[in-house]
Nanobody, 124 residues
Framework: QVQLVESGGGLVQAGGALRLSCAAS????????MAWFRQAPGKEREFVAT????????YYADSVKGRFTISRDNAKNTVYLQMNRLEPEDTAVYYC?????????????????WGQGTQITVSS
């Protein structure tokens, strides 16, 4: 099993920045890609970004491309999401997910492990 714990959420004004962290523990050798998803109030959970832990290849949702950056520190078993130029529409609970394969998928069903989520609120 793999455990994921997110941190770094909070309240920020529009135009500001935050960095989320997702620390993985357990059988971390079994995961090859990690991702961030988010769920806004009253909406379905949606894909944000994903990264291949070996090649560092990344893939972003169009809504965050150019503003958000996903990165990883394999020595710390941690993935980050740097969020710049935040907008009120980015308000959501952000979830970290891990995949046992290197698919760089945007599908929730492709991810095997999930964190509990961290709240991001962007005020206008």
């Amino acid at each position: 099993q793999v455990q994921l714990v997110e941190s770094g959420g909070g309240l920020v004004q529009a135009g500001g920045a935050l960095r989320l962290s997702c620390a993985a523990s357990g059988r971390t050798f079994s995961i090859y890609a990690m991702a961030w998803f988010r769920q806004a109030p009253g909406k379905e959970r949606e894909f944000v970004a994903t990264i291949n832990l070996n090649t560092r290849s990344t893939y972003y949702a169009d809504s965050v491309k150019g503003r958000f950056t996903i990165s990883r520190d394999n020595a710390k078993n941690t993935v980050y999401l740097q969020m710049n130029r935040l907008e009120p529409e980015d308000t959501a609970v952000y979830y970290c997910a891990a995949d046992r394969y290197t698919r760089l998928s945007r599908l929730q069903s492709d991810y095997n492990y999930w964190g509990q989520g961290t709240q991001i609120t962007v005020s206008s």
